[in-house]
Every structure is written in C-alpha cells, then in structure tokens.
C-alpha cells in the first residue's frame, strides 16, 4: 500500500522558515519521483518542487527558486522541503505527491495530472 505521509505545517511571519517532510512507503525508490504540490483555493495545484531519489534531480518552480530546497534522507525514506524566506503568496495547502517515472522525462512537477498518488495536504500560512 502507497503511503505518503506528510508533516510539519504551521503559522510563521514572512521572512521565516519551515520544514515539510514527507515519508513515503509503499513503492520503489528507483519507480517514482516526490514532489511537493501546493494549492489556494480557487487556484489549480501547482509543483513546486520535486525530486528523483535514484539520481538526485530536481525542480523548482520559478517563485521558490533561491528560497526552497528538496532533498531526500535515504535512512527513513524522507523527502524534505525546507521553505526559507516565506512570502505571504507562499501560503497554502501543500501535498506530498509520488509521479511514476518515464524514459526520459523529467517534467514531475509540471502538472498535476501527472501525480499518481497524493498524501493528505499539510496547511501552510505566512502572514505579513
């Protein structure tokens, strides 16, 4: 059984930092990219940020590049999303996602229907 489980949500003041984390189970390493979606209401998910765990690949989108960093703790099977310097547009509902690999693909995060599996959504809010 797939199994993302995501933490570590919370309420800070723009300029600060947060860490999300998400523990996967279920399925390969070498099978599914992670990534992090995030969604407001009214708007459709969005990527930002994911990772490939057997080469270490990753993307960003452009509004959290220079501000976030993914990375994967292959001890616990962990994927991290630590946020620094939060922005109020930061603020969200953020999902922890696996995405079946493909030969030669890489755009994990560049929509959601490319998501197969979804965790429970971890809300994050930024006030200024």
């Known amino acids: 059984e797939v199994q993302l489980q995501a933490s570590g949500g919370g309420s800070v003041q723009a300029g600060e930092s947060l860490r999300l984390s998400c523990k996967a189970s279920?399925?390969?390493?070498?099978?599914?990219?992670i990534g992090w979606f995030r969604q407001v209401p009214g708007k459709e998910r969005e990527g930002v940020s994911c990772?490939?765990?057997?080469?270490?690949?990753?993307t960003y989108a452009d509004s959290v590049k220079g501000r976030f960093t993914i990375s994967s703790v292959t001890a616990n099977n962990t994927v991290d999303l630590h946020m620094n310097n939060l922005k109020p547009e930061d603020t969200a509902v953020y999902y922890c996602?696996?995405?079946?690999?493909?030969?030669?693909?890489?755009?994990?995060?560049?929509?959601?229907?490319?998501?197969?599996?979804w965790g429970k959504g971890t809300q994050v809010t930024v006030s200024s």
């Open positions: 279920g399925f390969s390493t070498g099978d599914y990219a």
């Open positions: 996602t696996a995405i079946l690999k493909a030969y030669g693909f890489r755009g994990y995060c560049d929509h959601p229907h490319y998501v197969n599996y």
């Open positions: 990772i490939d765990r057997s080469d270490g690949f990753t």
